[in-house]
C-alpha cells in the first residue's frame, strides 16, 4: 500500500541527466534546449549568423600541422560539451566526432571547424526527439561509410541509427581500427 502512496505522489518527469522532457498526449520529446541555450551564451555564440549545416562539405580535417594552435583547454571544454549534446543530437554525432580527433593538438582550423557547430546549433536549438504513443514498431537500421575520407590515417568512419517505426532508438559513430588494403581483404 505504501508504494501505491508514493508512485501517486511522483510528478511528471520535466528534467533527467540534463535532458528535458516533455510528455503530451501523443507521445513524449526529449530535447536539450536549455543546455545547448547555456552553452551558446557560455562560448559567446549568441549573435551572429546561422549556417545550415554542422560541417562544410568540401572540407577534410587533418593535422594542420602548419597551422597556428590554439588554447588546448578551451578546444577540449567546447568538444567535452559538444559531446554531451550528442545525447540528444544525433546530428551532430559525426561531426563532433571528427573534431574531437584534434583536441590533443588543436590548429586554427579544427578550432574554425568546431565553431562551425555552435553555429549551426544557434539556428537549431530547438530541435529534439519525437517518441509517439502510437504507429508501428518495426526495427529498420542504417548506416554508412566515408570511405577512408581521414587524411591522418586513411580509416573509414562509420555511422549506424537504428529507427523503431519513426523512433530513434539508437545512434553511434566510429572509426574503423584498421585498415584493409583491399575490398576482398576487408570481408574475410
Given at each position: 500500500?505504501?508504494?501505491?502512496?508514493?508512485?501517486?505522489?511522483?510528478?511528471?518527469?520535466?528534467?533527467?541527466?540534463?535532458?528535458?522532457?516533455k510528455q503530451c498526449q501523443e507521445g513524449i520529446y526529449i530535447?536539450?534546449?536549455?543546455?545547448?541555450?547555456?552553452?551558446?551564451?557560455?562560448?559567446?555564440?549568441?549573435?551572429?549568423?546561422?549556417?545550415?549545416?554542422?560541417?562544410?562539405?568540401?572540407?577534410?580535417?587533418?593535422?594542420?600541422?602548419?597551422?597556428?594552435?590554439?588554447?588546448?583547454?578551451?578546444?577540449?571544454?567546447?568538444?567535452?560539451?559538444?559531446?554531451?549534446?550528442?545525447?540528444?543530437?544525433?546530428?551532430?554525432?559525426?561531426?563532433?566526432?571528427?573534431?574531437?580527433?584534434?583536441?590533443?593538438?588543436?590548429?586554427?582550423?579544427?578550432?574554425?571547424?568546431?565553431?562551425?557547430?555552435?553555429?549551426?546549433?544557434?539556428?537549431?536549438?530547438?530541435?529534439?526527439?519525437?517518441?509517439?504513443?502510437?504507429?508501428?514498431?518495426?526495427?529498420?537500421?542504417?548506416?554508412?561509410?566515408d570511405y577512408a575520407r581521414c587524411r591522418v590515417d586513411r580509416?573509414?568512419?562509420?555511422?549506424?541509427?537504428?529507427?523503431?517505426?519513426?523512433?530513434?532508438?539508437?545512434?553511434?559513430?566510429?572509426?574503423?581500427?584498421?585498415?584493409?588494403?583491399?575490398?576482398?581483404?576487408?570481408?574475410?
Open positions: 500500500m505504501q508504494s501505491e502512496f508514493e508512485m501517486s505522489m511522483m510528478e511528471e518527469l520535466n528534467f533527467f541527466i540534463g535532458l528535458q522532457i530535447s536539450q534546449f536549455k543546455y545547448t541555450k547555456e552553452f551558446l551564451k557560455k562560448f559567446k555564440i549568441e549573435e551572429g549568423r546561422t549556417v545550415a549545416t554542422p560541417m562544410a562539405t568540401n572540407i577534410t580535417l587533418d593535422k594542420d600541422e602548419k597551422g597556428k594552435a590554439v588554447d588546448q583547454t578551451r578546444c577540449r571544454v567546447l568538444i567535452g560539451s559538444l559531446l554531451y549534446l550528442t545525447a540528444s543530437r544525433s546530428d551532430i554525432t559525426f561531426v563532433v566526432g571528427v573534431c574531437a580527433r584534434f583536441q590533443s593538438a588543436p590548429k586554427e582550423s579544427h578550432m574554425t571547424a568546431t565553431k562551425r557547430i555552435l553555429m549551426y546549433l544557434k539556428g537549431c536549438q530547438e530541435v529534439s526527439l519525437w517518441y509517439p504513443k502510437k504507429g508501428e514498431f518495426k526495427l529498420v537500421g542504417y548506416s554508412n561509410s580509416k573509414s568512419t562509420l555511422g549506424t541509427c537504428q529507427m523503431l517505426g519513426n523512433r530513434l532508438v539508437s545512434w553511434f559513430n566510429k572509426k574503423q581500427t584498421s585498415i584493409a588494403t583491399s575490398t576482398a581483404e576487408a570481408s574475410t
